[in-house]
T-cell receptor, first 117, second 114 residues
Framework: AQSVTQLGSHVSVSEGALVLLRCNYS??????LFWYVQYPNQGLQLLLK??????LVKGINGFEAEFKKSETSFHLTKPSAHMSDAAEYFC???????????????FGRGTSLIVHP | NAGVTQTPKFRVLKTGQSMTLLCAQDMNHEYMYWYRQDPGMGLRLIHYSVGEGTTAKGEVPDGYNVSRLKKQNFLLGLESAAPSQTSVYFCASSLGQGYSYEQYFGPGTRLTVT
């Protein structure tokens, strides 16, 4: 079973509009959750991570994500989109690869955020 | 700190040729990873290492080999390249595992196999 699922391969918003990128994880894995952003022709960089200290996690560039255990979700939001937010966004969850083994990050397929002027 | 660096940035290979991709990190991280990124597939783990001298298979290891002889370096080898290995390859490292430890990524290597 897929450990992490991102709904929507592309999301299109107008500048200034709310951004909502969806991520659901498998309930069989512990919630070691991350959001990464990838700008064109670059590597991934961390936006935010869930640490269990708070269900609402604030990240860089005005993004935040809310951990909802009952919905097994970790959706990413930003109140007002900016043109510079156009990028690929990846949700990731660390899963144990074998009994007693290490927790290794597994990535969703990504959501491309398109921002229209 | 340079962070995570990858060499080369671009490469074109003919089918059957071999090559090695080099990843280096200067953050004293224990964990290192190789991913490939293909359109619509996200990042898929090829191999990873939990420390110097150790390696393990990921989701898509076939056709690749790795070595971690030094803590700071993680090499990815293609012994006999195939067109299906055309992809963008990313190396990453992390200090540890679990929720506290995010990954740091290199800029990627774009490989084309003709």
């Amino acid at each position: 079973a897929q450990s992490v699922t991102q709904l929507g391969s592309h999301v299109s918003v107008s500048e200034g509009a709310l951004v909502l990128l969806r991520c659901n994880y498998s309930s069989s894995v512990p919630p070691y959750l991350f959001w990464y952003v990838q700008y064109p022709n670059q590597g991934l960089q961390l936006l935010l991570k869930y640490t269990s200290a708070a269900t609402l996690v604030k990240g860089i560039n005005g993004f935040e994500a809310e951990f909802k255990k009952s919905e097994t979700s970790f959706h990413l939001t930003k109140p007002s989109a900016h043109m510079s937010d156009a990028a690929e966004y990846f949700c990731a969850v660390s899963v144990r690869v074998s009994s007693g083994g290490s927790y290794i990050p597994t990535f969703g397929r990504g959501t491309s955020l398109i921002v229209h002027p | 700190n340079a962070g995570v660096t990858q060499t080369p940035k671009f490469r074109v290979l003919k089918t059957g040729q071999s090559m090695t991709l080099l990843c280096a990190q200067d953050m004293n991280h224990e964990y290192m990873y190789w991913y490939r990124q293909d359109p619509g597939m996200g990042l898929r783990l090829i191999h990873y290492s939990v420390g110097e001298g150790t390696t393990a298979k990921g989701e898509v290891p076939d056709g690749y080999n790795v070595s971690r002889l030094k803590k700071q370096n993680f090499l990815l080898g293609l012994e006999s390249a195939a067109p299906s290995q055309t992809s963008v390859y990313f190396c990453a490292s992390s200090l540890g595992q679990g929720y506290s430890y995010e990954q740091y990524f290199g800029p990627g290597t774009r490989l084309t196999v003709t």
